[in-house]
């Protein structure tokens, strides 16, 4: 599932938070109450909106009652920035009365799919600076200590390193911003098979311009699916990469679907980054790898074999 595809997912269930919420949550408390018992997850675990739609329906905070009830304390929706006020603050009420915390969103949804970042362009900076003055109000609204940043494509014709020294600089004005608010944007590396020619590809390009940026308002968002069609030896560059890491995202490969489905053996990633003392989010930024309620059943089943003990 393409980064488009989920913000499209996300922005698509807005119109239904202030319409029909009565009986879309009168329709998921009964299966609430029927949930697994089987207790919270070991790791906070995030879905977002739509991935367990069949058996809550299309309301959002049903969607959030009945992730809390099969065990996750956490959620992340890509398209928070797209929603009105009213609706990111009923999604913030509700996670706040379920003991849910706010993953990422996206932080520039203009800025991402250009040469904002590998060019020293004034007019690009200054958008990507007001991107993240209005990321902070969104945080404050939403409860969020994350935000993702997708830094934009390479130039062909311009050495990397001169790109890389205007990211650098570029995500430095944004920091001033983000620092006394305490928002962190995550870099995320995409891989070049399903995003061609962005700048951000590798964690080591990443953990470069963080240390570059050195702010602790820049971190990096390692997200294990693309990283392993990037480059794999996952754990390595994991540990390589430890202290500039704040976030992790999940998908397997083949597929983009849930961990189990592919290649990735996940109960092993997770329980390594438990034992290195992660207690942040994982981000399921992935599909289902079936259709209706037994493919969501199927999520958290997965979830749930590779949870650490």
């Not at 932080?107 to 362009?121: C, E, H, K, Q, Y």
């Not at 014709?157 to 983000?178: F, H, K, N, P, V």
């Amino acid at each position: 599932m393409q980064r488009r595809d989920f913000l499209l997912s996300a922005t698509a269930t807005t119109g239904v938070l202030a319409s029909g919420a009565a009986g879309a949550l009168a329709s998921v408390r009964p299966s609430a109450r029927r949930a697994s018992g089987a207790g919270p997850f070991k790791m906070a675990f995030a879905p977002h909106f739509g991935m367990f739609r069949h058996h809550a329906g299309n309301d959002p905070v049903a969607q959030l009652e009945f992730a809390a009830a099969e065990g996750f304390t956490a959620w992340e929706d890509n398209g928070m920035g797209g929603r009105s006020v009213d609706d990111q603050k009923r999604i913030a009420k509700a996670m706040g009365d379920l003991g849910m915390t706010m993953g990422v969103f996206v932080l520039n949804p203009s800025t991402a799919w250009g040469p904002t970042f590998s060019r020293n362009n004034k007019g690009d900076r200054q958008k990507f600076v007001d991107e993240a003055k209005r990321a902070v109000d969104i945080a404050e609204r939403v409860n969020a200590k994350w935000a993702t940043v997708v830094c934009g494509t390479r130039e062909p014709r311009r050495d990397l390193g001169y790109q890389t020294a205007s990211a650098i600089d570029q995500l430095r004005a944004a920091a001033e911003i983000l620092e006394p608010s305490g928002l962190v944007m995550v870099l995320e590396p995409l891989n070049p098979r399903d995003h061609p020619n962005l700048l951000l590809a590798k964690m080591a390009h990443a953990y470069e311009i963080c240390r570059g940026v050195d702010s602790p308002s820049c971190k990096i968002l390692c997200d294990i699916y693309h990283q392993q069609i990037t480059e794999g030896n996952l754990i390595p560059n994991i540990d390589r990469s430890w202290d500039e890491i704040a976030y992790f995202q999940i998908g397997d490969n083949p597929g983009r679907a849930e961990p189990t489905t592919g290649e990735i053996n996940y109960a092993n990633v997770f329980a390594h980054i438990q034992r290195k003392g992660f207690t942040g989010i994982l981000g399921m930024e992935h599909g289902n790898s079936r259709s209706g309620k037994d493919g969501e059943r199927a999520v958290i089943d997965a979830y749930r074999a590779c949870d650490p003990a």
